[in-house]
């Protein structure tokens, strides 16, 4: 007799059984449609079975699914040719992982072996994943209760960057940020802040990473988000929508950094497999090509602006945050409500992010249509029954 097995939910059940996706809509099974404001915790960003990814990933599943990195193939080839021209330009070295956690954990390896220290330092609030070193860098303790994490110290967002010398120590190998803090609230590092990073980094021979895991390949209107920051980090990591949906994160670092984890020092079984770097030459070169970071910065000047006109000055509403199609809007109230009023209402899927903040990581292809739904049907929810 077959046992019953129980799915484990990482995540809070949202009670909709998804069975298509379009681009920015999905459908649940009942043939209702919604405006996709989640898009898979931001992985379909490039939207929902966009027919360039489609048709690479099926192309290449008659070819070949999977082969190790100890050989070459046409996709890892196309992936690195392709990934090469949005590439920022300080970087020399690539790794390709699978997951977000995954990039994170080989960044700090790699921190480690090249720095020979082993003090990591990051921001308050921040989220870099859930495996054991990530999660050491994750800033909420309740994600963190119970784990034997490494230890880190943990910088304000705010901490003054003349101050910032002394709080970083000499055995530091790695300070670790978000260019936006995507779980922790849509804070923006500040310029001054990211630039006292650097310059602490250099002083002790640190190097620095920023996560653009939630904030890269063109979600805030940049394809990497910390090219407004004026400050070059030594390691990016990538992830979410780099396979245009596919599961595939990407290390990128400068010379002689990353190279302290071949032969051996690290893997993964599926690293750089031929499907996964089919959809990330497709996807790169489709950001390119279509020249999605300027779109997402013109959809999202227009949802930030509605949400500015109609939202900002609600009773219930303390901010708008984010930039490009990363937003949020932070509340005086548990945004748990809000979100399922979009959910069941106004037919909009969105995420939270901290404890007060509604965040919408939309698909690129997002219309003013699309929007003005967003923003009335926020308004409805969270004006609610008390009024605004
Ligand atoms: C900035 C950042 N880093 C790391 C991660 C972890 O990525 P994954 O869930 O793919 O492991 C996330 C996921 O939300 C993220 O936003």
């Not at 996709?36 to 027919?51: E, T, V, Y």
Request: aromatic share 6%; hydrophobic share 45%; with cysteine.
């Amino acid at each position: 007799m077959n046992v019953v097995l129980k799915f484990v939910r990482f995540y809070g059940y949202r009670g909709l059984r998804i069975v298509k996706g379009s681009m920015q809509y999905v459908w649940d099974d009942s043939g209702r449609k919604y405006l996709d404001c989640h898009a898979g915790h931001g992985a379909a960003f490039l939207g929902h079975s966009n027919p360039a990814i489609v048709e690479a990933v099926v192309r290449q599943a008659r070819e070949l699914v999977a082969a190790s990195s100890s050989f070459s193939t046409p996709s890892l080839e196309e992936a690195l040719t392709e990934f090469s021209r949005i590439a920022p330009p300080w970087a020399e070295e690539i790794v390709f992982l699978n997951t977000g956690t995954e990039a994170v954990e080989a960044a700090l390896k790699a921190a480690w072996l090249a720095t020979g220290k082993r003090g990591i330092v990051a921001l308050k609030n921040s989220f870099h994943g859930r495996t054991l070193a990530s999660l050491s860098v994750t800033w909420n303790p309740r994600y963190r209760r119970g784990v034997p994490v490494l230890d880190t110290r943990f910088l304000s967002p705010s901490t003054d960057p003349g101050e910032v010398e002394k709080l970083v120590p000499e055995d530091t190998a790695a300070i670790i940020v978000e260019p936006i803090q995507g779980e922790g609230g849509l804070t923006k590092i500040y310029a001054e802040l990211a630039k006292a990073l650097r310059e602490a980094a250099d002083r002790v021979g640190a190097l620095l990473i920023f996560d653009e895991i939630q904030t890269g390949f063109g979600r805030t209107g940049r394809v990497w988000a910390h090219e407004s920051l004026g400050v070059e980090p030594d390691i990016m990591t990538a992830g979410k929508s780099i396979a245009g949906g596919l599961p595939a994160s990407a290390v990128l670092s400068r010379e002689g950094v990353l190279a302290t984890l071949a032969s051996g020092r690290h893997g993964s079984t599926h690293a750089a497999n031929p499907l996964s770097m089919a959809a990330v030459a497709a996807a790169s070169r489709f950001l390119r090509e279509e020249g999605v970071p300027d779109k997402a910065r013109a959809a999202g000047a227009l949802l930030e602006g509605l949400l500015r006109d109609r939202i900002e000055g609600l009773r219930l509403v303390r901010g708008v945050r984010g930039e490009g199609l990363m937003l949020g809007v932070e509340l005086r109230l548990d945004p748990g409500p809000v979100l399922r009023c979009l959910q069941e209402s106004e037919r909009v899927l969105a995420l939270r992010s901290g404890a007060t903040v509604v965040r919408l990581l939309p698909p690129y292809s997002i219309s003013r249509e699309d929007a003005e739904m967003v923003v009335y049907g926020l308004e409805r929810c969270i004006c609610g029954g008390s009024g605004c």
